[in-house]
């Protein structure tokens, strides 16, 4: 499964979780999310993410 991190500040997107600070409901993969959306930690754009491979 991946989890996508911010390579500014290390939030992880879950899309299990999705982001209900900013409206992404969960299980939206991090493909679908609109291109204008910012990490709610640090407000980083969307292409400093990273995708991470994690168990579970």
Do not use: H, Q
Request: with cysteine; proline share 9%; charged share 35%.
């Amino acid at each position: 499964m991946k989890v996508w991190k911010c390579k500014k500040c290390g939030y992880l997107y879950d899309p299990r979780i999705g982001d209900s600070s900013t409206g992404i409901p969960k299980n939206t993969p991090f493909e679908n999310i609109p291109s204008d959306w910012r990490c709610p930690r640090c407000d980083a754009k969307k292409d400093k993410f990273e995708a991470i491979e994690v168990e579970g």
